[in-house]
């Protein structure tokens, strides 16, 4: 993001002070969201700095203390350690942290995203209406998967971001929805989901070296029909062609409540010989991803790159080293928006993508009430990263 952008102009009164409360399961990423917030405040020459509106404007940290702890039962209630009265909050949480563990009658249970949802509500709840404004920032949107209603099923997203508005949240920040639609259900309040693109991008070209960016050298493939929009901007941004597969289902047959897939047909030109980006959300256990990699392999594309805002490896990351070790995949790039094992974070063929300065950026004007439309949109800095590359001075 350069040194323009690293002095945002921020002349404006901050709406409040400025409050930052990451849920045990964000604590990283706050700290170092923390860590950027308070290097470019302790910068920012401004002449109102003595101001009473600037109160509180340069601290040492934004991140309030807070906790969730836990009776022998499983229960729980939310507690906020500082005052929060006045403040403009934001609210972290990662519901796909699965590695916190607490007491449930002696057994050790893992926390699942609904945990993580709950201790949201409770730490909402803990605030008790003293904020300024609430904003929750949660990067993975819970049960975002469950947008749509297909048959005789509850409707989770929608009933969650509802559930948050009527608890006095007003904003809704989060990554990537899976279908940004389930919007709809809270139509007068702010909602915005944050493409990373721009990080990917700068990622794969950290990383790679003697990429062709041109539509000779290399394609954009979506690897269903739900993700078309993510490739189209990729490739239109980067001048290059798309293609996509839909898959073939069996509706006969019902296999672990859905039809099975029978194959994955792809539409679009040649790749024989081009490098790929398979771009995608998540990556849940991997195997669509996988099984895509390998049909282009099959018709002899070379380099296989894949982004996904959210690496979930519910299965493990054994068959990534496999696609690996077997030639199907070069790189897989995620986001460190949701726990990263080490042992991901150790793989050859892994490129985390760090979020943190970009969020720290969305609060910093978000709190002087300040625009975010060109932090939305990253073309001109994927532009220029692209030309860097080119030139060789990456």
Known sequence: M??????????????????????????????????????WRAERESEHKESLAFAGYQRESYLLKSAVPRFGSGEAKGMILQSVRGTDLYLLVDVCNYSLTYSLCGHENHMSPDDHYQDLKRVIAAVGGKARRITVIMPFLYESRQHKRTARESLDCALALQELVQMGVDNIITFDAHDPRVQNAIPLHGFETVQPAYQFIKGLLL????????????????????????????????????????????????????????????????????????????????????????????????????????????????????????????????????????????????????????????????????????????????????????????
């Open 207 to 394: 990383h790679e070296k003697d990429l062709k960016i041109d539509s000779g050298h290399m394609m954009v493939i979506s690897p269903d029909e739900g993700g078309m929009t993510r490739a189209i901007y990729i490739a239109n941004v980067l001048g290059l062609d798309m293609g996509m597969f839909y898959k073939r289902r069996d509706y006969t047959r019902v296999v672990n409540g859905r039809n099975p897939i029978v194959a994955h047909e792809f539409l679009g030109t040649s790749v024989e010989g081009k490098d790929m980006i398979i771009i995608d959300d998540m990556i849940s256990s991997g195997e669509s991803v996988l099984e895509v990699a390998a049909a282009l392999k099959e018709r002899k594309a070379n380099k296989i790159f894949v982004f996904a805002t959210f690496g979930l490896f519910t299965s493990g990351l054994e068959k990534f080293d496999n696609a690996f070790a077997s030639g199907i995949i070069t790189k897989v790039l995620t986001t460190n928006l949701i726990y990263q094992t080490p042992e991901l974070l150790k793989r050859e063929w892994y490129v985390t993508c760090d979020m943190s300065k970009y969020i720290a950026y969305i609060i910093d004007t978000l709190n002087h009430d300040s625009s975010i439309s060109d932090l939305l949109n990253p073309n001109e800095r994927i532009q220029s990263i692209v030309a860097k590359y080119k030139r060789g001075e990456l």
């Open 2 to 39: 350069g040194n323009r952008e690293e002095k945002r102009n921020l002349e404006t009164i901050p709406v409040g002070s400025l409050g930052m409360i990451a849920l045990e399961g964000c604590r990283s990423l706050g700290e170092q969201i923390d860590q950027y917030l308070v290097k």
